[in-house]
């Protein structure tokens, strides 16, 4: 292994993650670079000085916090819920926009249906060859 690979594998080293070969392998290379060896003493240091650090402790309302935000994503409301908090006026203006919508669509497809031509035209052909704006 060249110096790049063992520098990518000391922290799996140091912590004894690494299989019994590789762990030989970077043990030897070790002993002979002293560049990867110096690296390997300042991460151990660093592993050491960071296990020496206090347990850290959460905020006591940590627990209760997470859970209630946790809870309250868990059940979001769904549509009845949606529908009960809006106000008369609200309803009003959902249904009187579906009910356009619904109107527009009725409109748009009984005027396609008669604008079919009987002869086996296609639909498009013909709105193309009147020149009324519709293109496809």
Same mark, same amino acid.
């Given at each position: 292994?060249?110096?790049?690979?063992?520098?990518?594998?000391?922290?799996?080293?140091?912590?004894?993650?690494?299989?019994?070969?590789?762990?030989?392998?970077?043990?030897?290379?070790?002993?002979? &670079?002293? +560049?990867?060896?110096?690296?390997?003493?300042?991460?151990?240091? #660093? @592993? *050491?000085? /960071?296990?020496?650090?206090? !347990?850290?402790?959460?905020?006591?309302?940590?627990?209760?916090?997470?859970?209630?935000?946790?809870?309250?994503?868990?059940?979001?409301?769904?549509?009845?819920?949606?529908?009960?908090?809006?106000?008369?006026?609200?309803?009003?203006?959902? &249904?009187? +926009?579906?009910?356009?919508?619904?109107?527009?669509?009725?409109? #748009? @497809? *009984?005027? /396609?249906?008669?604008?079919? !031509?009987?002869?086996?035209?296609?639909?498009?052909?013909?709105?193309?060859?009147?020149?009324?704006?519709?293109?496809?």
């Amino acid at each position: 292994m060249n110096c790049q690979e063992i520098k990518s594998r000391l922290d799996a080293y140091l912590d004894e993650e690494l299989p019994a070969a590789e762990a030989k392998e970077v043990c030897r290379h070790l002993e002979t &670079c002293l +560049a990867c060896k110096l690296q390997a003493e300042a991460l151990q240091q #660093m @592993a *050491t000085a /960071l296990d020496r650090l206090p !347990p850290l402790a959460a905020p006591p309302t940590f627990y209760q916090n997470t859970l209630r935000a946790y809870r309250k994503r868990l059940t979001a409301p769904g549509f009845a819920e949606w529908w009960q908090n809006l106000t008369i006026v609200m309803r009003s203006a959902v &249904c009187g +926009a579906t009910l356009a919508g619904l109107l527009c669509g009725a409109v #748009m @497809a *009984t005027s /396609l249906v008669t604008a079919a !031509p009987q002869d086996g035209v296609g639909l498009y052909q013909t709105l193309y060859a009147t020149n009324e704006g519709f293109y496809p």
